[in-house]
């Protein structure tokens, strides 16, 4: 499996939940997460998809601390089960 393929089924799951799945991009900062996902009642999160078993590169990590810091929702994902899991936790529909 591909990171492109969990990508989608996050894209797909996070809609079927009722939220949006928003790519990210952030010109001038590298290692940003993927994407920025939303759900109803004010409920953000950033996620960086991963192929399964790789893990997020030094520059990813310091990011998402970085963006932590500031009080903010960031996750790693490497699987469809832990997209499954992100949406039981973040509280989507599902």
């Given at each position: 499996?591909?990171?492109?393929?969990?990508?989608?089924?996050?894209?797909?799951?996070?809609?079927?939940a009722?939220?949006?799945?928003?790519?990210?991009?952030?010109p001038?900062?590298?290692?940003?997460?993927?994407?920025?996902?939303?759900?109803?009642?004010?409920?953000?999160?950033?996620?960086?998809?991963?192929a399964?078993?790789?893990?997020?590169?030094p520059?990813?990590?310091?990011?998402?601390?970085?963006?932590?810091?500031?009080?903010?929702?960031?996750?790693?994902?490497?699987?469809?089960?832990?997209?499954?899991?992100?949406?039981?936790?973040?509280?989507?529909?599902?």
């Open positions: 499996m591909r990171e492109r393929d969990i990508e989608e089924y996050l894209r797909n799951q996070v809609k079927k009722g939220g949006k799945a928003y790519k990210f991009v952030s001038g900062n590298d290692g940003v997460p993927d994407r920025l996902v939303l759900f109803p009642g004010g409920r953000v999160y950033f996620v960086e998809l991963k399964p078993g790789k893990k997020p590169r520059l990813q990590i310091k990011q998402m601390r970085d963006i932590a810091s500031f009080g903010c929702n960031v996750r790693a994902i490497d699987s469809k089960e832990g997209v499954d899991a992100f949406i039981r936790e973040a509280g989507g529909t599902k």
